[in-house]
């Protein structure tokens, strides 16, 4: 079936620092949403990209889709300790259900 | 507007009892669907539903597991005879028509 792989798996940066998390699929997406889950905690949507090369900001969070829709990314600016968590990229398929990369943990250090 | 509700938030069951795991979608959400969450791992998307039907079950195990989601009441994640394997957070999500999905807080199942 349709495999969504995201890198890297873990992400250590220093507060302030950047971040940024990438998802590809060897065959063209419909659509790639973005989750966040806190440690304990559960996903929490973020945003849905549908069309090619389409960018999305949220303050410090940009997404992208990538032209051929094949890939997307999310890029935090400036991280904060608030970012901690891990991030996942999904794509919701025909009946709806959605298939989710293996996330990135972002880990932060003071 | 309450959001998703899951229960037990934790459960533990010996080798070869059932398991129930129950979710409320949010108000007015007709759509629900169950996943599995193992340590370090993605989500696994198990099964959809909406009210009295099975909408895709593609990633349901054959054997052990079921689903429900009754006319009234929450919908229902039943497995029977659990083993050490199927230790994992199950979470519900709703949604009204599709796009977002909205997780409830999970039920963290352990098998010992």
């Known amino acids: 079936g349709q495999q969504v792989m995201q890198i890297p798996q873990y992400q250590h940066v220093q507060e302030g620092e950047d971040f940024t998390t990438y998802c590809n699929s060897s065959?063209?997406?419909?659509?790639i949403q973005w989750y966040k889950q806190r440690p304990g905690g559960h996903p929490v949507f973020l945003i849905q990209?549908?069309?090619?090369?389409e960018v999305k900001k949220q303050k410090r969070l940009t997404f992208q889709f990538g032209e051929a829709k094949k890939n997307s990314s999310l890029h935090i600016t400036a991280t904060q300790t608030t970012d901690v968590g891990t991030y996942f990229c999904?794509?919701?398929?025909?009946?709806?259900?959605?298939?989710f990369g293996k996330g990135t943990h972002l880990i932060i250090q003071p | 507007n309450a959001g998703v509700m899951q229960n037990p938030r934790h459960l533990v069951r010996r080798r070869g009892q059932e398991a129930r795991l129950r979710c409320s979608p949010m108000?007015?959400?007709?759509?629900v669907y169950w996943y599995r969450q193992l340590p370090e791992e993605g989500l696994k998307f198990m099964v959809y539903?909406?009210?009295?039907?099975?909408?895709?079950e593609s990633g349901m195990p054959k054997e052990r597991f079921s689903a429900e989601f009754p006319k009234e009441g929450p919908s229902i994640l039943r497995i029977q005879q659990v083993v050490r394997g199927d230790s994992a957070a199950y979470f519900c999500?709703?949604?009204?028509?599709?796009?977002?999905?909205?997780f409830g807080p999970g039920t963290r199942l352990t098998v010992t």
């Open positions: 999500a709703s949604s009204p028509v599709g796009v977002e999905q909205y």
């Open positions: 065959t063209t997406l419909s659509n």
């Open positions: 990209l549908v069309k090619s090369g």
């Open positions: 999904a794509e919701r398929g025909g009946a709806d259900g959605l298939t």
């Open positions: 108000k007015g959400h007709s759509h």
């Open positions: 539903l909406q009210k009295e039907n099975i909408i895709d």
